[in-house]
Structures are given as structure tokens and as C-alpha cells.
């Protein structure tokens, strides 16, 4: 192999490597993951690992490349999506809420498993929402922030009494909800929850 070759493939794999490590220091937990976010990471992975498989193999070693790539890139992306349902949930939990975050596992062709964010169940008291204290605001902070960085619309339900009512307040005080569908079931349903996601069969 000469010596250009072994220089391009040391920076197409520099390159790899720095998409994720760029995207995690600028992100932080307010990074926006979402679908243009998965494919964008997808498509890069396609460009770089196409152009190593065309280093090696030709054009039929492009296609390869491209497609092992965009499975590098696509999962980094989801695996950052489910890592932002999890902080949140962690904030909930540190506020004295039940929190659940549903993921789905796919296997891909080559028998990969790559897990999915599904959605977030959060379960709160009511007494705690209506006065919240600083751990229950920092909550409502950290999901308040998740749902402003997302370029996705989700869904957002909420179901209670005066706690419900509540739940929308901070959140519309965030402007949390202005990109979202909120699904008000305030005074309809009794169960105190707070549900996200981007699948509207979650229940």
C-alpha cells in the first residue's frame, strides 16, 4: 500500500472519530437527537467508509464501506437519543418521581443489536409538582432542555388532577412545549404521568 493511501485512511478514520467526540463536547445533555441528526451521523459514516472501501476495493468496496459506516454513524446517534431519556429520568428519580424510559432492540442484518428510545414514563405526586422543591425544578430544567433541543416533534401527555395542571405550567414557563404536540389529559385521566414520545401508541 503506498504512502497516500495509508495517509487518506488515517484521516478518514480521524474523521470518524471526531464526529463523535465533537458532537459530545458541544452537545452536552442538550445536544438535539433526533431522526436529521441520525441521518446526518449515518451519512457521514456512509462518506467516510465509502471512500476507505473505494481505497481498498474499487466501487463494489465503496458500496460496502458506505454501508458499514452509516451503521457506525446512525448508531452513535441512537445511542445518544436514549442517553438523553435516561438523564432525564435519572432527574426525575432524584426528585422523588418513578421513571421508566422504553426501549425497543433491533437486530439488523449482520445480527447486531441496537437498542431504541421508545419513550419516557415519568410518575410524579402531585404535592410535589404543585410546590415544587429545587430537585423537582431541576427536573422540569433537564426535560425542559431535552424538549427545546429536539428538532423532532414529540408527543408530550400529561394526566392528573391539579398536579397535571401544574406539570404543564412549568413546562409552558420553559417554552418546552412550542415545538410539541401536548396531549392534555389533565382532569380525564387519573393516573399522575407525565409521558414522551415520538411514537403516539405509547400508553
Not at 438535539?32 to 457521514?44: E, F, R, S, Y
Not at 408530550?156 to 398536579?163: D, I, L, N, S
Amino acid at each position: 500500500m503506498n504512502k497516500l493511501k495509508l495517509t487518506m485512511i488515517a484521516m478518514l478514520a480521524a474523521s470518524l472519530t471526531g464526529c463523535a467526540t465533537i458532537d459530545q463536547l458541544a452537545g452536552g445533555s442538550a445536544s438535539p437527537i433526533n431522526k436529521g441528526t441520525v441521518a446526518k451521523g449515518a451519512g457521514i459514516g456512509c462518506a467516510a467508509g465509502g471512500a476507505l472501501g473505494a481505497i481498498f476495493a474499487g466501487k463494489d468496496g465503496a458500496l460496502k464501506g458506505c454501508a458499514a459506516g452509516g451503521l457506525i454513524g446512525g448508531g452513535f446517534a441512537y445511542k445518544q437519543e436514549l442517553a438523553r431519556a435516561r438523564e432525564a429520568a435519572d432527574a426525575a428519580r432524584l426528585a422523588g418521581m418513578k421513571a421508566t424510559v422504553g426501549v425497543k432492540t433491533e437486530t439488523s442484518a449482520d445480527g447486531k443489536a441496537t437498542e431504541k428510545f421508545q419513550g419516557l414514563v415519568i410518575e410524579y405526586d402531585p404535592a410535589s409538582v404543585v410546590k415544587p422543591d429545587d430537585k423537582t425544578k431541576a427536573f422540569f430544567d433537564k426535560l425542559g432542555t431535552i424538549l427545546k433541543s429536539s428538532k423532532n416533534e414529540l408527543t408530550v401527555r400529561t394526566e392528573g388532577g391539579a398536579g397535571c395542571l401544574a406539570v404543564v405550567g412549568e413546562l409552558n414557563g420553559r417554552n418546552a412545549l412550542t415545538k410539541h404536540k401536548l396531549d392534555n389529559q389533565c382532569g380525564k385521566v387519573p393516573t399522575d404521568r407525565i409521558l414522551v414520545s415520538p411514537l403516539p401508541e405509547l400508553k
